[in-house]
């Protein structure tokens, strides 16, 4: 799925890149200003705003600058301390009971080489209902954005916090077909 999508009230009106999306929302709004649209991004299904000031290519140089920064500060070289750097390792602080070091202490490789097989063997067990979670969080930003008003929203967000899907299809079948289409695809966990 593209990273963004706009709906003008219910209907889709684009799904794609940042810039794609305020593109067509810019001419959108030049051929009716008083269209209602809104942006989501497809990631976290929270809904965005652009800065649509200015031409087409004010609006593509802003959108540039903004995936730069947001790049530059992420690489942005940081002050090193303890740790293997090169490996990614970084030193932090732990706070554990007296009982805990003690264990600790006395396992095979010592405490920080168990800490770090308890925290990747608790990721793999865990990871499948983060992976689902993230989904059904996805799911309920959006729709309580776009369809909160629309017949069946309450038993629909409880149908998805349930992780029942034929619930939720059900509750949203009398629902425009781009927003129905839409909430099925950020179930999906390859977002």
């Not at 889709?12 to 959108?28: M, V, Y």
Request: charge should be neutral; aromatic fraction near 6%.
């Amino acid at each position: 799925m593209d990273s963004h999508s706009s709906f003008i009230h219910h209907d889709l009106l684009i799904s794609g890149t940042a810039l794609d999306n305020a593109l067509a929302i810019k001419r959108a709004l030049a051929a009716d200003s008083k269209a209602q649209i809104l942006s989501f991004d497809n990631r976290s299904g929270t809904q965005v705003d652009f800065d649509l000031r200015g031409s087409e290519q004010d609006i593509a140089a802003r959108l540039a600058v903004g995936d730069a920064t947001c790049e530059t500060s992420a690489n942005t070289p940081q002050k090193r301390g303890r740790g293997r750097p090169k490996l990614g390792v970084v030193a932090r602080e732990v706070t554990l009971l007296p009982r805990h070091w003690d264990w600790l202490s006395a396992q095979p490789g010592g405490a920080s080489v168990t800490l770090r097989k308890l925290v990747e063997e608790a990721r793999r067990a865990t990871s499948g209902t983060a992976l689902k979670r993230q989904c059904q969080e996805r799911v309920y930003n959006f729709i309580s954005a776009i369809a909160g008003n629309l017949p069946g929203y309450e038993d629909a967000t409880r149908a998805l916090f349930q992780d029942d899907l034929t619930g939720l299809q059900t509750q949203i079948a009398n629902w425009p077909a781009a927003l129905r289409t839409h909430t099925l695809a950020l179930l999906e966990p390859n977002q």
